[in-house]
Every structure is written in structure tokens, then in C-alpha cells.
T-cell receptor, first 116, second 116 residues
Framework: AQKITQTQPGMFVQEKEAVTLDCTYDTSDQSYGLFWYKQPSSGEMIFLIY??????QNATEGRYSLNFQKARKSANLVISASQLGDSAMYFCAMREQKAAGNKLTFGGGTRVLVKP | DTEVTQTPKHLVMGMTNKKSLKCEQHMGHRAMYWYKQKAKKPPELMFVYSYEKLSINESVPSRFSPECPNSSLLNLHLHALQPEDSALYLC???????????????FGNGTRLTVT
């Protein structure tokens, strides 16, 4: 079964507007971390923002914020005031507290294209 | 600038060649990772080294051979690859493999490998 689900394969957003990228996850662990990464066409994987399972407040990093709803097992990324440079692939990912190691598992990704 | 450096950026090799991918980090991280990413797909974990010892091998074919000479360096030796092995190979590092579900992986820019 998919541990991380991103239901939006692609999205268009107008420059300067906000966009929300959906992410739902599946885990039976109490301790886990949720991450968002940005991957431009150049290929590098850029860490954007982190939310811990015990964090009661939603994480924010500049124009990025994470809408964390633990009961619904969702961790949506909000990008405010979109810029042309935000056009990229965005991946939601999770690290679980496992005896075999805290591996990072990715969702399928959402491609965002910002229109001028 | 990325703190994880990968070389080369691009590599074209024949099926009978032997080549190596290199990765270096100077963040004092004790866990290092190799991921493989096919086009329009999320990264898939291949290997993890923790404290210079191979800790996770995700059933990767033996034509891929990882090596961790020291805590800052990670290599991936390639031999007798197939065209379907063409992909983006990403190296990453994190503080620890265990007890660290709340810390991100930091990725390099990747090596785009083409097998002819």
C-alpha cells in the first residue's frame, strides 16, 4: 500500500497567487517526520519544510507553510505569492521511526507550473 | 550551493564499461544514501551507509556496488549495466540513520546516467 499519496499530478498557478499541494500519508507509528522537497528540472532535490508528528503548530518557512491535520493524516504544502521560479516538481516524504532505519519514503510528486 | 557534491553531473557509458559515481559531504553527517530516480517518478532508495557500514540494501542488482571509504565519501561502482539502468542517481546524507526521523536528508544535484 502507498505510504505517501499525492493526488495532484500537475497544477497550474498564476504568478503571485497561493497554491496548495495535497499530501496524505499512512503510518501506524507515533513518531514520524513529514518533509516537502522541491525538484527543479535541473534535478537537485531541495528540502523545503519539515513537520514532526508531535508538533502542535503548523510549520512555516518563508513563503512555505504546512497544513498539518494529524487525525486526517494529511500534510498539505501551501506556497504563498507564487513566483516563476517555483515551477518544479514537489515531493511529500515521510521518515518513520523503524528498527531497520529511518528511511525516507516519497510520494509520487506534483508538478507545478507558474504562469506569468 | 548544495552541501552534498556529486560527480560527474552527466555520464554516458556502454554496457561493458566500468564507471563510478562519487559523492562527498562535509556536514558531519553519519548516514549516506544512494537513490535512483527514473523520469517522472519519485526517488527510490538503493543503499544506506551508517557510520561507514552498509546498513540497508534494497535488493539492488550486484552490477551496482556501493563503497564508503570514509565518513565524507560515498561511491557507487557501476559494471555491466543495462539500458534500463539509465536514470538520475541522487546521493544524500543525514545526521543519523536511526533515531532521526525528524531530520531531513540533504541531497546532491545528482548524476544523469545514460547506458547505451
Amino acid at each position: 500500500a502507498q505510504k505517501i499519496t499525492q493526488t495532484q499530478p500537475g497544477m497550474f498557478v498564476q504568478e503571485k497567487e497561493a497554491v496548495t499541494l495535497d499530501c496524505t500519508y499512512d503510518t501506524s507509528d507515533q513518531s514520524y517526520g513529514l518533509f516537502w522537497y522541491k525538484q527543479p528540472s535541473s534535478g537537485e532535490m531541495i528540502f523545503l519544510i519539515y513537520q514532526g508528528s508531535y508538533d502542535e503548530q503548523n510549520a512555516t518557512e518563508g513563503r512555505y507553510s504546512l497544513n498539518f491535520q494529524k487525525a486526517r493524516k494529511s500534510a498539505n504544502l501551501v506556497i504563498s505569492a507564487s513566483q516563476l521560479g517555483d515551477s518544479a516538481m514537489y515531493f511529500c516524504a515521510m521518515r518513520e521511526q523503524k528498527a531497520a532505519g529511518n528511511k525516507l519514503t516519497f510520494g509520487g510528486g506534483t508538478r507545478v507550473l507558474v504562469k506569468p | 550551493d548544495t552541501e552534498v557534491t556529486q560527480t560527474p553531473k552527466h555520464l554516458v557509458m556502454g554496457m561493458t564499461n566500468k564507471k563510478s559515481l562519487k559523492c562527498e559531504q562535509h556536514m558531519g553527517h553519519r548516514a549516506m544514501y544512494w537513490y535512483k530516480q527514473k523520469a517522472k517518478k519519485p526517488p527510490e532508495l538503493m543503499f544506506v551507509y551508517s557510520y561507514e557500514k552498509l546498513s540497508i540494501n534494497e535488493s539492488v542488482p550486484s552490477r551496482f556496488s556501493p563503497e564508503c571509504p570514509n565518513s565524507s565519501l560515498l561511491n557507487l561502482h557501476l559494471h555491466a549495466l543495462q539500458p534500463e539502468d539509465s536514470a538520475l542517481y541522487l546521493c544524500a546524507s543525514s545526521q543519523e540513520l536511526w533515531g532521526s526521523y525528524n531530520s531531513p536528508l540533504h541531497f546532491g544535484n545528482g548524476t544523469r546516467l545514460t547506458v547505451t
